[in-house]
């Protein structure tokens, strides 16, 4: 039996097995079998990507930070207030925010720099999950928490909707993590 030959029976060996082959250069884990066939239009529960398909990556270790933590929100919690409350209890000063979950009602804004009207409002009143939410955590003049994100929400038809959040009510469970920054916010001025 020839190379070629060889390669195409084994290949065929591992799909049977359940193990998918991507580009005849890798293979990835092992999927587990699902209990029901998967429908048309729709990827298995319980699907994890590939490994070793990253060769160019590079990571850089940008030292010790300040503290992380992991706010959770269930619900009907409301997330940018949440957020608000959390950076005024733990006086966070400076730092930035990742997060993910399901909202089903939010008031999301667009800038109109153009018109100098403010933020056009943006209203979602469906179920919708986050794919997207990135902010940072300031204080203002006075000392207050500023609560400053931009995100995108999938709806069910894979269209998206975001902006600037000022509100999300969610409807499942979000969670946020929030890393602070060592140092707190500083000011600079030019004089």
């Not at 894979?158 to 000022?166: A, I, L, P, Q, R």
């Amino acid at each position: 039996m020839n190379r070629a030959a060889k390669t195409s029976c084994l290949l065929a060996l591992m799909m049977a097995c359940g193990v998918a082959v991507i580009a005849d250069r890798s293979v990835s884990a092992q999927q587990p079998a699902p209990a029901q066939p998967t429908p048309e239009g729709y990827v298995a529960r319980g699907t994890r990507p590939g490994k070793g398909l990253a060769p160019g990556m590079k990571v850089t270790d940008l030292g010790k930070g300040g503290r992380t933590f992991r706010v959770n929100f269930v619900k009907g919690d409301e997330i940018m207030s949440g957020m608000t409350d959390f950076a005024e209890k733990y006086h966070i000063r400076n730092g930035h925010f990742t997060a993910i979950g399901a909202i089903n009602k939010a008031i999301f804004g667009w800038s109109d720099v153009e018109r100098g009207l403010g933020q056009k409002k943006i209203e979602l009143n469906q179920e919708a999950e986050i794919v997207a939410l990135l902010g940072s955590i300031t204080t203002d003049s006075q000392g207050r928490a500023n609560v400053h994100g931009h995100g995108a929400v999938a709806l069910s038809d894979g269209s998206v909707k975001g902006g600037h959040w000022w509100e999300a009510h969610v409807s499942i469970i979000a969670e946020v993590f929030v890393t602070e920054e060592e140092g707190g916010a500083e000011t600079t001025s030019k004089e």
